[in-house]
T-cell receptor, first 112, second 111 residues
Framework: DAGVTQSPTHLIKTRGQHVTLRCSPISGHKSVSWYQQVLGQGPQFIFQYYEKEERGRGNFPDRFSARQFPNYSSELNVNALLLGDSALYLC???????????FGPGTRLTVL | AQSVTQLGSHVSVSEGALVLLRCNYSSSVPPYLFWYVQYPNQGLQLLLKYTSAATLVKGINGFEAEFKKSETSFHLTKPSAHMSDAAEYFCAANTGNQFYFGTGTSLTVIP
């Protein structure tokens, strides 16, 4: 069975640009969560979506937004990129919102 | 606020020696605790989870963890370290709609 997939694997942007990251959950999983992992730190929670509705939001600015589609895939959007947004962005899926989360390989975003 | 604390950002052990990685959680965190491992340039892989069924939890690759409510701890152990165990290890707590991760412990295995 395919695990959580994310695209692209690597991305380079410049300050002020916009970026869209994509995630496909494990088949049958209806919940998707997004995390930001800055180098040398643990993942920080950004959003959780369950059944296409936002169920949780971390302490991130409004430049960060996300959505979940009818097929349960998800997009994370970041506007007006800052140098500090450079990080590994991880997507995780689970059967329900409070179940064990399974992580994708991540998207490495570099902002120059 | 919920929190997870990992004691020791770097741990080094000799190959074949006991591995002990420490994790403590805040008392308000419900007993859904996890250990994940992250290899370089990869995502997080679930090692084991505690969901109140048993205090001693066995995971993959010979790892296990013991939940101690009196000490608010969930330490990860492995009797004999292998070179392939070298990685970053994260303890995490699930509050129902959010996972809180510790800052991670980098494990080095010395041949």
């Amino acid at each position: 069975d395919a695990g959580v997939t994310q695209s692209p694997t690597h991305l380079i942007k410049t300050r002020g640009q916009h970026v869209t990251l994509r995630c496909s959950p494990i088949s049958g999983h209806k919940s998707v969560s997004w995390y930001q992992q800055v180098l040398g730190q643990g993942p920080q929670f950004i959003f959780q979506y369950y059944e296409k509705e936002e169920r949780g939001r971390g302490n991130f600015p409004d430049r960060f937004s996300a959505r979940q589609f009818p097929n349960y895939s998800s997009e994370l959007n970041v506007n007006a990129l800052l140098l500090g947004d450079s990080a590994l962005y991880l997507c995780a899926s689970s059967l329900q919102g409070s179940d064990t989360q399974y992580f994708g390989p991540g998207t490495r975003l570099t902002v120059l | 606020a919920q929190s997870v604390t990992q004691l020791g950002s770097h741990v080094s052990v000799s190959e074949g020696a006991l591995v002990l990685l420490r994790c403590n959680y805040s008392s308000s965190v419900p007993p859904y605790l996890f250990w994940y491992v992250q290899y370089p340039n990869q995502g997080l892989q679930l090692l084991l989870k505690y969901t109140s069924a048993a205090t001693l939890v066995k995971g993959i690759n010979g790892f296990e963890a013991e939940f101690k409510k009196s000490e608010t701890s969930f330490h990860l152990t492995k009797p004999s370290a292998h070179m392939s165990d070298a990685a970053e290890y994260f303890c995490a707590a699930n509050t129902g709609n959010q996972f809180y991760f510790g800052t991670g412990t980098s494990l080095t295995v010395i041949p």
